[in-house]
């Protein structure tokens, strides 16, 4: 193991130790206070941007297997957002990986599926997540399907997002139908207003069009 990937590994491990420590009572405060602070201290250490930029910076190799028995273990979302954004500096894709930013995708609390689709706009050849990522156009929360949005629109390469763009012309909520339409025009040049002009244009071109 290189020294790089024995620092990434200390840092995980170490945010891990730190999960089953308790801190001592030295002034004996009853149980209810320490319960208390227990619950407002974080159990990890949080890395902040610059930290996680030192730590890719630091290898071109990651322990990738490591990285993703973290993620799979881990509860905290904070937490498991920084491994997203570890795991989006990374080349390497399969089961794994995929599984590692599904857990994230499907996650009940919004800012993490927010937070997993931004890592996503940094991974290289994001589009093999895109069959996870469509369901997030729907998404309760308008600032995830934003995100899912942006992320497919602007980052996936493959033609096929041509059609789930099409596609969010029938979403329930206005701000896919808008964003849908907007983004069909800017990678498309074509100029129409409404969802019924759109979809007689695909059905017109789908099989003869080529993204610029």
Request: proline share 4%.
């Amino acid at each position: 193991m290189s020294s790089s990937q024995a620092l990434i590994l200390c840092l995980l491990v170490f945010g891990l130790a730190l999960c089953g420590c308790e801190k001592q009572d030295p002034e004996g405060k009853g149980e209810s206070e320490k319960q208390s602070k227990r619950t407002v201290e974080p159990s990890v250490p949080i890395f902040d941007p610059q930290q996680i930029e030192a730590i890719v910076r630091s290898t071109s190799n990651m322990d990738v297997d490591s990285l993703l028995k973290q993620c799979a273990s881990e509860t905290n979302n904070v937490v498991l957002a920084q491994y997203a954004t570890l795991l989006s500096k990374t080349t390497t894709r399969g089961p794994g990986v995929r599984a590692a930013f599904r857990k994230m995708l499907k996650s009940e609390d919004p800012y993490l599926r927010e937070q997993a689709l931004m890592a996503l706009e940094d991974y290289a050849g994001v589009g093999f997540m895109l069959d996870d990522m469509i369901p997030l156009l729907n998404d309760p929360s308008e600032d995830v399907r934003d995100s899912a949005m942006t992320t497919i629109a602007d980052y996936v390469e493959s033609r096929r997002k041509f059609q789930v763009l099409i596609d969010c012309l029938d979403s329930e909520f206005d701000d896919v139908k808008e964003n849908a339409i907007f983004n069909l025009g800017f990678y498309t040049d074509v100029n129409f207003e409404t969802a019924e002009e759109w979809k007689k244009w695909w059905e017109e071109n789908k099989n003869t069009f080529k993204p610029e």
